[in-house]
């Protein structure tokens, strides 16, 4: 299974024909709020995009705003790239389990960035909470499923009907507390080939890699004094058990040219042995904050 990449919150008409009603009256209902989210998006419209996001969904990406720093909600409109539109592709999936659903559309998918768009798929996730709303876009690059790609081209479903991350869950996240603005910036970084790692930081900032070399922001940003960590890690099917793997904490400073400073780190050779469940602390003192935010005059 090709792992999924990055999140959205997208919108538009697609083409699809459906057996049952009931699926077709849904698939509407679901494209006019990925439509009405897109819309928002590119109106940069904040009330809107309340309106058609899930709860939890805004909860989450106000927490991650403010921990970097950054004003909400206007940063939530500071995308790399437009959410694509669904006009020229087909749905060919749906999923709908309680109060959650999921549509996998196939095609061109277009982010705006140049380049020739190929057939690839968009995954939407969305919620019902009062009416449905917009959760969450993935996108599945079929560049490495070659045989995918053209067995989904040719009207074979399989691959869609049959993988569970196509398939909505019934459950709705409950959204989480809201952080206050961060004093310091920090992240977590993670090295995990053949391994699922899951870090928590000062009990607040949940994170979970998976066969990953990837960065996350810390929620609620470091603390003043001792910030704690603590992690699992556990082996993936395919894995050796033998990887290399490393976790880190970095200290992200406001004032340029300043690098990274490394405030933890947990790091295994290839082929040593690797702890299932660890605790530390890293302290943030004054010399290490005159590094991190620009001192007033």
Not at 81 to 105: D, N, Q
Not at 182 to 195: E, L, M, N, S, T
Request: proline letters at 6%; glycine letters at 8%.
């Amino acid at each position: 299974m090709t792992r999924f990449l990055t999140t959205f919150v997208l919108a538009a008409t697609a083409a699809a024909s459906f057996a049952q009603e009931p699926a077709a009256d849904t698939a509407k209902s679901l494209i006019s709020v990925y439509s009405g989210w897109r819309a928002a998006i590119t109106r940069k419209d904040a009330q809107a995009w309340q309106r058609f996001t899930a709860p939890h969904r805004q909860a989450e990406i106000r927490n991650r705003i403010v921990s970097e720093k950054r004003n909400f909600p206007a940063w939530v409109f500071e995308m790399p790239a437009p959410p694509p539109p669904l006009e020229g592709l087909k749905m060919i999936h749906l999923s709908v389990k309680g109060a959650t659903a999921k549509a996998a559309f196939f095609g061109k998918i277009n982010f705006g960035v140049g380049g020739e768009p190929t057939d690839n798929i968009l995954v939407v996730s969305f919620t019902n909470t009062g009416g449905w709303k917009y959760d969450r876009a993935d996108f599945v690059n079929l560049v490495a499923l070659p045989e995918v790609r053209k067995e989904l081209a040719a009207g074979n479903l399989k691959y869609v009907s049959e993988t569970p991350e196509f398939q909505a869950d019934g459950t709705v996240p409950k959204a989480p507390l809201p952080v206050p603005m961060a004093k310091y910036i920090a992240q977590v970084y993670v090295f995990c080939p053949g391994r699922e790692v899951k870090v928590q930081v000062n009990q607040l900032s949940h994170h979970r890699f998976a066969n990953a070399k990837e960065a996350e922001i810390v929620i609620g940003g470091a603390k003043d004094g001792n910030n704690t960590i603590s992690y699992t890690v556990q082996k993936l099917e395919g894995g050796t058990g033998k990887e290399a793997m490393t976790i880190r904490v970095y200290l992200m400073s406001e004032i340029e040219g300043t690098k990274p400073i490394k405030a933890f780190e947990y790091q295994v050779a290839e082929g040593g042995p690797v702890q299932g469940f660890g605790k530390g602390t890293f302290s943030l003192d004054a010399a290490t904050a005159a590094k991190l935010v620009p001192q007033r005059r």
